[in-house]
Nanobody
Framework: QVQLVESGGGLVQAGGSLRLSCAASGSIFSINDMGWYRQAPGKQRELVAAITTSGSTNYAGSVKGRFTISRDNAKNTVYLQMNVLKPEDTAVYYC????????WGQGTQVTVSS
């Protein structure tokens, strides 16, 4: 079994920052891609950022330049540093890892007030 535990969500004012963390534990032998999706009320889940084993990154256009994804392979942890947050960033954020198969975190709420 693989478990993903997320932390770092919360309420922040527009322009503020938050850092999300997602630690994987359990039957982990090797992890490929890691990343974050988000889902806002009434909207489909969308990819926010992804990072490969070698550190290559990919971002949604709406967060590029504001969010930074990173990973610590020794700790099996992926991070999402979110700066200059906007109300439209409000969503539940889900981390994932590709082991394979794909495993998901439980989600953490991020709320940005205007």
């Amino acid at each position: 079994q693989v478990q993903l535990v997320e932390s770092g969500g919360g309420l922040v004012q527009a322009g503020g920052s938050l850092r999300l963390s997602c630690a994987a534990s359990g039957s982990i032998f090797s992890i490929n891609d890691m990343g974050w999706y988000r889902q806002a009320p009434g909207k489909q889940r969308e990819l926010v950022a992804a990072i490969t084993t070698s550190g290559s990154t990919n971002y949604a256009g709406s967060v590029k330049g504001r969010f930074t994804i990173s990973r610590d392979n020794a700790k099996n942890t992926v991070y999402l540093q979110m700066n200059v947050l906007k109300p439209e960033d409000t969503a539940v954020y889900y981390c994932y890892i590709v082991r394979p198969p794909v495993y998901w975190g439980q989600g953490t709420q991020v709320t940005v007030s205007s």
